[in-house]
Structure formats: structure tokens, C-alpha cells
């Protein structure tokens, strides 16, 4: 039973983990401008950007690929520079995000080590980063006075859902290719 739960890996050294989550960081904040550029192109705006999640997937893919310090750094810190850089997401919503994309990360790099589907993986990561954004937008509405609904968390799931399928079908091909790079290079 043991060898059908986990697997062996060769870890990865702190500074690896550290670049990778850089790595992620950026491109969790390029992403969302070049989709809300698609949008502001499109007509649709930031509507684009809210039904892709655009940010997710490169958090994902770093706690997928290089752990779950890289997976969650790259989720806690991608929200606050695009933030500063961008004023997106707004501030309302920033500490909400942070736990959500903080939550995907560590969770994927935590989950990196198991012999699931990956597309198990990825669907346990979506319902553990949506709950506790979904516990945070309560707290935070409820006993932090919040302006922010609790009726946002079912919204966010209806707006995101092309997002969500988008991971279902993208984290388990980029991951697949990725660790066959990773593989033959080391």
C-alpha cells in the first residue's frame, strides 16, 4: 500500500525552490495583464481575466513542480506585486487572493509527492485554495467588518469556471512536459 500513496523525489535545493517561486511570482503577474489587455481588446475588460484565473496556474504549477515553499511564496507574494504594479486585484479583495493563491500553492507542492492523478491533484488544490478563500471572506466579513459579501464566493466560482476547467485540462499537460525537461536535464 505504501508505494501506490507516495513516491520517492529528489528534493530540491532552497535556492531552486526560491527561483522557481520567483519564477512563478512573475509570471503570475504578467499573466493577468496580458489577459485583461486581451480583454480591454475584446470588450470584455477585466471579465477576462475574472472568467480565466489567470494567476492560478503558474502558482499551481510551481507547488506542482518545485514544492510547496515555491507553490506558496510564488501565491502569497504574486497577488501584492501585481497589486502595487497594477492596483489589480483591488485592495478589497487583495487579502482574499493572497490566501486563495498562498492556499493552491501549498497545497500542490504538499500534494507534488503523492501517486494521484494529477488531475486529482489539481481538483483537490481548486476545492482547498476556494474553501479557505471562502472562510476568509467570511471572517472577514463577519467579525473584521468587511465590505466584501459572502455572496462573492459563489460568484467567483460561476465567473471562474472557464478558469477552473482551464487548469483541469493545462496543469496536467504543462506539469507532464515540464517534469520530462526536468528529468532529461538532470
Not at 489577459?35 to 504549477?61: D, I, K, Q
Not at 487579502?95 to 494521484?116: D, I, N, Q, S
Not at 478558469?163 to 520530462?180: D, F, H, N, S, Y
Amino acid at each position: 500500500m505504501e508505494n501506490t500513496v507516495v513516491y520517492k523525489q529528489s528534493r530540491l535545493s532552497i535556492k531552486t525552490q526560491t527561483l522557481a517561486a520567483l519564477a512563478a511570482a512573475g509570471a503570475a503577474v504578467a499573466l493577468p495583464q496580458l489577459v485583461h489587455a486581451l480583454g480591454a481588446f475584446s470588450g470584455m475588460g477585466t471579465g477576462l481575466g475574472e472568467m480565466l484565473l489567470p494567476m492560478h496556474l503558474p502558482v499551481m504549477l510551481a507547488g506542482f513542480l518545485a514544492g510547496p515553499l515555491a507553490g506558496a511564496l510564488s501565491g502569497l507574494v504574486a497577488p501584492l506585486v501585481s497589486h502595487m504594479l497594477s492596483g489589480m486585484p483591488l485592495a478589497a479583495m487583495l487579502p482574499f487572493m493572497m490566501v486563495e493563491l498562498f492556499a493552491y500553492g501549498l497545497c500542490a507542492g504538499l500534494l507534488k509527492r503523492f501517486r494521484l492523478p494529477m488531475l486529482g491533484k489539481v481538483l483537490l488544490t481548486q476545492v482547498v485554495g476556494r474553501a479557505l478563500r471562502a472562510v476568509a471572506i467570511l471572517v472577514g466579513f463577519y467579525l473584521l467588518g468587511s465590505k466584501i459579501a459572502p455572496a462573492v464566493i459563489w460568484t467567483s466560482i460561476a465567473a471562474g469556471f472557464a478558469g477552473i476547467v482551464l487548469q483541469w485540462a493545462v496543469l496536467p499537460l504543462l506539469t507532464k512536459k515540464a517534469e520530462r525537461l526536468m528529468t532529461h536535464e538532470g
